[in-house]
């Protein structure tokens, strides 16, 4: 078969393939034998972390920034800034160094994976250093200590008075989280409801779907003290002190960033800066937001948000479409092999989650080349996923010109490349129109699901909106009428020219 | 002999195990107008399909000015296809193109002829099938004469050495047989050598050189059309004109 442009394509795609399928596995083996490694000669503490850090000019602090009063967003002077406790640590900390400090916000659960592939340098997120999280990294001292509060709606505060007064509820927590082991092991005959975000966890508790949230005692008086119609009592968990407190994480093996961070921590201490100064600005920051909290001072969100969201689809129409083509003709074509690998690739893709697929692009990718933006990322994913059922589409409609078509080009001496390129793809793009209409509507929507990663969508600067603006439902909605206008416009403008193609023909 | 234009040795076409050529030895000469007639079924268009390989012979071989079609890379076939006009049953014309487009698509694409060259020769081809004044027009809005009368013009821009057509009438409403048919006399009248699978008897008697009879995956039988019209010499061929005259 004379289809070497194909071939070449072919080639660049199987390449792009084999990075996609073996490059976690060998990031993987390099992290193993680095902890072993270091886990074998912590004496010689060979480590590079801490002059790595320097070397580079920045500290990437991974947090999940839902969580007032640690981390939180708030409007200051118009712009969008992260505020909280955890970050004015983070800031000083960064000065100790004398560094730049960069902030990285995700879901609390990515950012253990985050930390692992080296996407951040450390997390500061109020997380609590428990043994079972000391297996995969390392800690240090704890710089916040405070109790477990279970949040509840004000009108059942008779109901529940405790933590033994949830029997057969089901009691909300964040996902990945202590509080949601300690609800499993610590309260008798209650069930566990797990979500990412806290704000969720809220808008569960009010709508009835949990009968309590369990979360850390600032962050709970945060909630009340913003929520007239919540309630907080302490839990009393009996928990090892040493595993509620709030510790920056590392990964293994980075003692001497360990020690810079022990020393920022101690200064903090011996000063008590925390308390002094940290927690009462962090209390302004969530009043000031609660006071400005109407949905129109936040449109900027909303339009940031559509931005990314578009820029990611047209970008993976463009190649999901470009790489779509290239499968479907692997796909009918008459090498073997190429068959195989397309037929392999489109059944993999479609039956596997676009969730997980965004994941293990950016963390699994990601950990080869550890410059890859999460939007680069989120866009790859979305492509490549895309690709796989535009390819299913376009196969159909080349499936669907008659083979008289392809006989009479053939018979008038064309060969099998001019004759896909001039009369038999022309035609089915014609007929695929709609489905590839429907294909680009469906990835604005699809789309939404790379906010899991931290990329600017709609969907994830809804979730900023929420947790500053203490509402839940209502930002939703927004996003949810967003949605629907674009996406009703573009099928309505595909429409009209779908009627036009026909008319003309 | 340099007139053999296209020579057929022990030709076989099977699917799976139905076989539908059983064994053909054939020669067309340069200029000869050949129509193959005979029962349906009985293997006449695939054996026209084999001529320019559109059909992969299971056995046998199939020459063309010399060049054995049956074991050449697929670049010389398609050099060779270019000289051997088709003409479907299905018209098989582009249905995103209009009628200027459909004849001038090829040689531009494949003789890389200029748009100006390519237009020209379009247009004087559909002034000699008589369709100059439909050239912007979409195949669907011809009727199914003009359609396959477009579909002649597109095989001859091509400047073909040989024409074959597949039941070029029997797709058509009996009102537009005849213009095609008027098509192709003229044709046959310039000297093309032609290969003609058709049902139209007539047409066979006015124009043919040759008459060729097919049935059950063979050639029975080879005749001038006066002698095979009035004396057929098979059994087969004598059945079969009962039926149809």
């Known amino acids: 078969m004379n289809m070497n442009i194909l071939k070449k394509m072919t080639a660049l795609l199987m390449l792009a393939l084999a990075i996609l399928f073996f490059a976690p596995f060998m990031q993987t083996k390099a992290v193993a034998s680095e902890s072993s490694s270091s886990s074998s000669s912590v004496s010689s503490t060979t480590d590079s972390s801490l002059s790595d850090v320097k070397k580079k000019g920045t500290l990437v602090v991974g947090l999940s920034a839902d969580y007032p009063p640690y981390e939180f967003t708030a409007k200051v002077n118009g712009e969008t800034k992260y505020v909280g406790i955890d970050i004015e640590i983070a800031r000083k900390f960064a000065k100790d160094l004398g560094v730049k400090l960069v902030i990285k916000n995700m879901d609390f659960d990515s950012l253990l994976v985050a930390l692992e592939t080296h996407k951040v340098d450390t997390v500061i997120s109020a997380m609590n250093p428990t043994s079972e999280r000391r297996k995969s990294v390392d800690f240090s001292n704890i710089y916040y200590t405070g109790g477990k509060y279970i949040v509840i709606n004000k009108k059942d505060k008779a109901k529940y008075k405790n933590k033994d007064s949830f029997e057969n509820k089901t009691i909300g927590a964040q996902t990945g989280s202590l509080e949601y082991n300690l609800v499993q092991k610590q309260m008798k005959g209650a069930s566990v409801k797990g979500l990412a975000k806290l704000n969720n966890l809220i808008i569960a508790l009010q709508s009835g779907k949990v009968a309590g949230v369990l979360m850390e005692e600032a962050t709970a008086k945060a909630y009340v003290s913003n929520n007239s119609n919540l309630y907080a009592f302490n839990a009393k968990m009996n928990v090892d002190t040493n595993e509620t407190g709030a510790a920056m994480a590392f990964s293994k093996g980075s003692t001497t960033l360990v020690n810079a961070a022990n020393k920022t921590i101690s200064k903090l201490k011996k000063e008590n800066v925390i308390?002094?100064?940290?927690?009462?600005?962090?209390?302004?920051?969530?009043?000031?937001?609660?006071?400005?909290?109407?949905?129109?001072?936040?449109?900027?969100?909303?339009?940031?948000?559509?931005?990314?969201?578009?820029?990611?689809?047209?970008?993976?129409?463009?190649?999901?479409?470009?790489?779509?083509?290239?499968?479907?003709?692997?796909?009918?074509?008459?090498?073997?092999?190429l068959h195989t690998l397309a037929v392999m690739y489109i059944e993999f893709i479609r039956g596997t989650p676009l969730m997980v697929q965004v994941m293990f692009v950016y963390f699994g990718i990601g950990a080869l080349i550890q410059s890859l933006p999460a939007l680069a990322a989120g866009i790859i994913a979305v492509s490549l996923n895309s690709a796989a059922y535009v390819a299913e589409v376009i196969r159909s409609g080349i499936e669907s010109i008659a083979t008289g078509q392809t006989e009479a080009a053939r018979s008038l001496g064309m060969n099998q490349k001019q004759t896909y390129r001039y009369v038999v793809i022309p035609q089915a793009i014609k007929n695929i129109w709609p489905a590839l209409g429907n294909e680009f509507i469906t990835l604005i929507k699809e789309s939404s699901i790379v906010s899991v990663i931290g990329v600017g969508d709609l969907m994830y600067q809804t979730q900023l909106v929420q947790s500053a603006t203490y509402k839940g439902v209502l930002p939703l909605f927004i996003t949810m009428m967003i949605y629907f206008i674009v996406t009703f416009t573009l099928s309505k403008f595909l429409n009209y020219f779908e009627g036009k193609m026909k008319h003309e023909q | 002999m340099n007139s053999k234009m296209i020579e057929v040795v022990n030709l076989k076409k099977s699917y799976g195990s139905n076989t539908v050529l059983k064994d053909i030895s054939e020669v067309v000469e340069k200029g000869q107008v050949i129509c193959i007639i005979g029962p349906s079924g009985s293997g006449?268009?695939?054996?026209?399909?084999?001529?320019?390989?559109?059909?992969?012979?299971?056995?046998?071989?199939?020459?063309?000015?010399?060049?054995?079609?049956?074991?050449?890379?697929?670049?010389?076939?398609?050099?060779?296809?270019?000289?051997?006009?088709?003409?479907?049953?299905?018209?098989?014309?582009?249905?995103?193109?209009?009628?200027?487009?459909?004849?001038?698509?090829?040689?531009m694409k494949v003789k890389n002829k200029t748009v100006a060259e390519a237009e020209k020769m379009a247009t004087g081809l559909l002034e000699k099938v008589g369709l100059a004044d439909k050239a912007k027009q979409f195949p669907s809005s011809l009727s199914g004469g003009q359609q396959q009368r477009v579909a002649i013009a597109r095989a001859l821009a091509m400047d073909p050495e040989v024409m074959l057509f597949d039941e070029p009438t029997s797709a058509l409403d009996p009102e537009m047989v005849g213009e095609v048919l008027k098509v192709m006399r003229n044709l046959a009248d310039s000297g093309m050598t032609m290969i003609v699978v058709t049902h139209e008897m007539g047409f066979a008697k006015e124009v043919a050189d040759q008459v060729w009879f097919m049935a059950d995956g063979y050639i029975q039988e080879i005749g001038t059309p006066e002698e095979f019209f009035k004396e057929p010499k098979t059994n087969r061929a004598k059945e079969f004109l009962d039926k149809i005259l």
């Open chain 1, 275 to 337: 308390n002094k100064k940290y927690v009462p600005n962090a209390a302004k920051y969530m009043k000031s937001t609660s006071k400005n909290n109407t949905m129109i001072s936040y449109w900027t969100y909303f339009a940031k948000g559509l931005e990314y969201t578009l820029i990611i689809t047209v970008i993976s129409v463009f190649f999901g479409f470009l790489l779509g083509i290239i499968l479907a003709l692997m796909r009918i074509s008459n090498a073997k092999i």
């Open chain 2, 44 to 107: 006449k268009s695939t054996f026209l399909r084999c001529l320019n390989v559109l059909e992969q012979p299971s056995d046998g071989k199939v020459y063309f000015e010399g060049n054995e079609l049956t074991n050449i890379s697929e670049n010389e076939l398609n050099i060779l296809r270019e000289k051997m006009g088709m003409v479907f049953q299905g018209f098989n014309l582009f249905p995103n193109m209009n009628v200027l487009e459909n004849v001038k698509l090829a040689p």
